[in-house]
T-cell receptor
Framework: GAGVSQSPRYKVTKRGQDVALRCDPISGHVSLYWYRQALGQGPEFLTY????????KSGLPNDRFSAERPEGSISTLTIQRTEQRDSAMYRC????????????FGPGTRLTVL | GIQVEQSPPDLILQEGANSTLRCNFS?????LQWFHQNPWGQLINLFYIPSGTKQNGRLSATTVATERYSLLYISSSQTTDSGVYFCAVEETQGGSEKLVFGKGMKLTVNP
């Protein structure tokens, strides 16, 4: 497949558990972005990487959220000690180069915290 | 940060009708994209259009960067056009390449 892929597509977890969400960008894309979308809202920025370097993490809501992209390809967004307010659609996007380039989104991971 | 406003917030059409969606933004941009979120939640790229005009079938878009707005035209609407349309921009100022999304416009096309 040539598009951005994310796994799992759906995740149901209990409050207090840790979750790891995976994003596999389009091959060769330098930049990778994470967004979170609440029901009825537009996606909101969390963090992004150029290659393996995390460039901006200003959108991460608190220190329970972290992300990594160790080899400059696949990225993992980790949420520790999940809370019900973390329930949302988590979307990953990638772009060929940095500034000003078109971003392509994956199908998202729907996270539900019970 | 940059503000993105979309109008109208909701629209109901009969199949075959035309519509225009507007996106206003508060500062200069490097990137402007239009997306369609279908009823299954997928976010589909419609246009990458920081300036100028593009057409793709029944859809076309125009961005007037100097006046800070973009328009998405849907002609001869079909029921499959239903969903939420988002405008998103990357502002020129500042070091981040993030997209800032509008609140979206929900389109319902009835048969």
């Amino acid at each position: 497949g040539a598009g951005v892929s994310q796994s799992p597509r759906y995740k149901v977890t209990k409050r207090g558990q840790d979750v790891a969400l995976r994003c596999d960008p389009i091959s060769g894309h330098v930049s990778l972005y994470w967004y979170r979308q609440a029901l009825g809202q537009g996606p909101e920025f969390l963090t992004y990487f150029n290659y393996e370097a995390q460039q901006d993490k200003s959108g991460l809501p608190n220190d329970r959220f972290s992300a990594e992209r160790p080899e400059g390809s696949i990225s993992t967004l980790t949420i520790q000690r999940t809370e019900q307010r973390d329930s949302a659609m988590y979307r990953c996007a990638s772009s060929l180069f940095a500034r000003g380039n078109e971003q392509f989104f994956g199908p998202g991971t729907r996270l539900t915290v019970l | 940060g940059i503000q993105v406003e979309q109008s109208p917030p909701d629209l109901i059409l009969q199949e075959g009708a035309n519509s225009t969606l507007r996106c206003n933004f508060s500062d200069s941009v490097n990137n402007l994209q239009w997306f369609h979120q279908n009823p299954w939640g997928q976010l589909i790229n419609l246009f990458y259009i920081p300036s100028g005009t593009k057409q793709n079938g029944r859809l076309s878009a125009t961005t007037v960067a100097t006046e800070r707005y973009s328009l998405l035209y849907i002609s001869s609407s079909q029921t499959t056009d239903s969903g939420v349309y988002f405008c998103a921009v990357e502002e020129t100022q500042g070091g981040s390449e993030k997209l800032v999304f509008g609140k979206g416009m929900k389109l319902t096309v009835n048969p």
